[in-house]
């Protein structure tokens, strides 16, 4: 398999459940990040990863627990969501040191809080 | 505050004709400038780039030009195709060093809110 690839694709979870969302990348890159992507908004930056050191929190409540095990792999743990975290959530990948900065983004989970 | 904004939400084109799609931004710091196309139910792809140092991008139909002094990019496409469909991203960089990061430079993308290009045949 190529690219980003993202489990699961649609989650539907109630406000006391434990979930955990995977991204996986193919690509060769050392750097992963979370995006949120909410109606009307655009998209949110979560996590940034970098040779699986957490370098980037942009403010995120604790309730959203990253992990990033080793370069090719990023989960987000869920606990005790918000109605309001409803979301795409999009897991993307880079390569560091370079002038460009084209992330290559997996497919999204689609997350309904109830 | 939003740094980078696409204040068309929908563009409607017909077949054939040009689509142009614009951005401004506010952060002169930007100096990579992305535009990623959306399909529903998948992941932003990347479509083409431009570094502050240009002032044109072309690759195939599409075509992307900066105005660094009004701090804007247009993507154009032509022609217009029924496939060309999708939501439109852009985004900007700014190469910067994480505190933690082991003194490595990372970009960091800001997106827009995109605009919904709709080609009818």
């Known amino acids: 398999e190529t690219g980003v690839t993202q489990t699961p694709r649609h989650l539907v979870m109630g406000m006391t459940n434990k979930k955990s969302l995977k991204c996986e990348q193919h690509?060769?890159?050392?750097?992963m990040y979370w995006y949120k992507q909410s109606a009307k908004k655009p998209l949110e930056l979560m996590f940034v990863y970098s040779l699986e050191e957490r370098v980037e929190n942009n403010s995120v409540p604790s309730r959203f627990s990253p992990e990033c095990p080793n370069s090719s792999h990023l989960f987000l743990h869920l606990h005790t969501l918000q109605p309001e975290d409803s979301a795409l959530y999009l897991c993307a990948s880079s390569p560091r040191d370079r002038d460009e900065n084209e992330q290559f983004f997996g497919p999204g989970t689609r997350l309904t809080v109830l | 505050d939003q740094q980078v904004k696409q204040n068309s939400p929908s563009l409607s084109v017909q077949e054939g004709r040009i689509s142009i799609l614009n951005c401004d931004y506010t952060n002169s710091m930007f100096d990579y400038f992305l535009w990623y196309k959306k399909y529903p139910a998948e992941g932003p792809t990347f479509l083409i780039s431009i570094s502050s140092i240009k002032d044109k991008n072309e690759d195939g139909r599409f075509t992307v030009f900066l105005n660094k002094s009004a701090k804007h990019l247009s993507l154009h496409i032509v022609p217009s195709q029924p496939g060309d469909s999708a939501v439109y991203f852009c985004a900007a960089s700014a190469l910067q060093v994480f505190p933690s990061d082991r003194g490595s430079t990372l970009g960091r993308l800001y997106f827009g809110r995109g605009t919904q290009l709709t080609v009818w045949p």
């Open positions: 690509l060769g890159h050392n750097a």
